[in-house]
Structures are given as structure tokens and as C-alpha cells.
Nanobody, 122 residues
Framework: QVQLVESGGGLVQAGDSLRLSCAAS????????MGWFRQAPGNDREWVGH????????YYANSVKGRFTVSRDNAKKTGYLQMNSLKPEDTAVYYC???????????????WGQGTQVTVSS
């Protein structure tokens, strides 16, 4: 059974950086993708970005492009979301997710993590 555990959330000021981690367990991860989503109060969950396990191709939402970087360590079965130049509007619960199928620029989630809170103060 796949388990995803996020860590690294917290309270930061605008302009600061934060790195989230997502440790995956339960089976090997050599295909598909790991993605990041976020959900602010009163809003729908939105896609932030994702990376394919095999070749490391990355895809980003326009709202975070140039500020956020998705990466992965296949040996550790861990994904990362490096967030720079954070803004108050980045405040949300951030979730990692796994898609078992490589879909290129899109992602369809098979497994979710529990989420970690990121709060950016102005």
C-alpha cells in the first residue's frame, strides 16, 4: 500500500523560501509522476506542479513558474517542492500526490499525502 508523508511546512514571511518533502513508501516508484497540489481556505484544490519519476521532466502552474521547483530523489523515493520568493497568496495546505501513469503535462492522482500547512505572512 502506497503511503505519502509530507514535511517541511511552516510559517514564513513574504520573500522567504521553504522546502517541502514527500516521502513515498509501499513499493518501488520508477514510472508515473509525483505531483504537488495546494488548497487555500474556501478554494478548490489546485495543481502546483509535477515531475516524472523516470526522466525528471517537470511541469508547473503559471502562478508558481520561476519561483517553485519540483525535484525527486529516486533512490530515497522522495519528492521535493522548493518554494522561493513566497507570497501571502501562496498560503495553503500543500499536498503531494502520485500518479501511476506518465501523462506528460497532465496528472491524474492515484494516491494523496495528508497535507502540510504553509503560511506566508506579509
Amino acid at each position: 500500500q502506497v503511503q505519502l508523508v509530507e514535511s517541511g511546512g511552516g510559517l514564513v514571511q513574504a520573500g522567504d523560501s521553504l522546502r517541502l518533502s514527500c516521502a513515498a513508501s509501499g513499493r518501488p516508484f520508477s514510472r508515473g509522476a509525483m505531483g504537488w497540489f495546494r488548497q487555500a481556505p474556501g478554494n478548490d484544490r489546485e495543481w502546483v506542479g509535477h515531475i516524472t519519476w523516470s526522466d525528471g521532466a517537470t511541469y508547473y502552474a503559471n502562478s508558481v513558474k520561476g519561483r517553485f521547483t519540483v525535484s525527486r530523489d529516486n533512490a530515497k523515493k522522495t519528492g521535493y517542492l522548493q518554494m522561493n520568493s513566497l507570497k501571502p497568496e501562496d498560503t495553503a495546505v500543500y499536498y503531494c500526490a502520485v500518479d501511476d501513469v506518465v501523462r506528460g503535462g497532465s496528472i491524474s492522482v492515484d494516491y494523496w499525502g495528508q497535507g502540510t500547512q504553509v503560511t506566508v505572512s506579509s
